[in-house]
């Protein structure tokens, strides 16, 4: 079993920044992979960023460049740094784990763009 809990979302202006964090109840490196994901009103939830147990990154083409995967083993906790955020970014960002092949999710915490 993996507990996961998310923070650092927020109300950010178009332009700005938030870092979000997962804190996780097992070391991170017992566990495959974990990632980012966001899920925005009426539409289907999809991958943002993910770190395999190894280190190897993944991101989604519409934050490339923008935002950043990273992790802290002595905190069991993965980060996601959000830059040059939009609109368009506004969702749930859940965290996710996967350990010998289970699935593992936040509560999530939303994340809003706006003016």
């Known amino acids: 079993q993996v507990q996961l809990v998310e923070s650092g979302g927020g109300l950010v202006q178009p332009g700005g920044s938030l870092r979000l964090s997962c804190a996780a109840s097992?070391?991170?490196?017992?566990?495959?992979?974990m990632g980012w994901y966001r899920q925005a009103p009426g539409k289907e939830r999809e991958l943002v960023a993910h770190?395999?147990?190894?280190?190897?990154?993944n991101y989604a083409d519409s934050v490339k460049g923008r935002f950043t995967i990273s992790r802290d083993a002595a905190k069991n906790t993965v980060f996601l740094q959000m830059n040059s955020l939009k609109p368009e970014d506004t969702a749930v960002y859940h965290c996710?784990?996967?350990?010998?092949?289970?699935?593992?999710w936040g509560q999530g915490t939303q994340v809003t763009v706006s003016s």
């Open positions: 996710n784990a996967e350990k010998l092949g289970v699935f593992y």
């Open positions: 097992v070391s991170i490196f017992s566990v495959n992979a």
């Open positions: 770190i395999t147990r190894l280190g190897r990154t």
